[in-house]
């Protein structure tokens, strides 16, 4: 059984900063691609940074250079950190995983999502 833990939402002004974690567990799993997406009320979920096992990064456009993913292998945790925040950025934020099983078994898994808004 494989579970990811969010957090670090929360209410920010714009131009302030956040932290966001997700804690990845599952015996014997191998997490090897892990991310970030989003979800604004009334749009499509769209990819925010994935990070392979490797530390190979990816950012959309809209955020490059204002947030930075990193990763703890050792933890199984995925970050991000959210600077310059703008009120485009509200969204609930998902955490994504890619897990392989013992078996080899490979599956796509979400988290519950965290809040971020932006907001004066």
């Known amino acids: 059984q494989v579970q990811l833990v969010e957090s670090g939402g929360g209410l920010v002004q714009p131009g302030g900063s956040l932290r966001l974690s997700c804690a990845a567990s599952?015996?014997?799993?191998?997490?090897?691609?892990m991310g970030w997406y989003r979800q604004a009320p009334g749009k499509q979920r769209d990819m925010v940074a994935t990070?392979?096992?490797?530390?190979?990064?990816n950012y959309a456009d809209s955020v490059k250079g204002r947030f930075t993913i990193s990763r703890d292998n050792a933890k199984n945790t995925v970050y991000l950190q959210m600077n310059s925040l703008k009120p485009e950025d509200t969204a609930v934020y998902y955490c994504?995983?890619?897990?392989?099983?013992?078996?080899?078994?490979?599956?796509?898994?979400w988290g519950q999502g965290t809040q971020v808004t932006v907001s004066s």
């Open positions: 994504h995983v890619i897990g392989v099983s013992p078996w080899g078994i490979r599956n796509d898994y």
């Open positions: 990070i392979t096992s490797g530390a190979r990064t």
């Open positions: 599952g015996r014997g799993f191998r997490f090897n691609g």
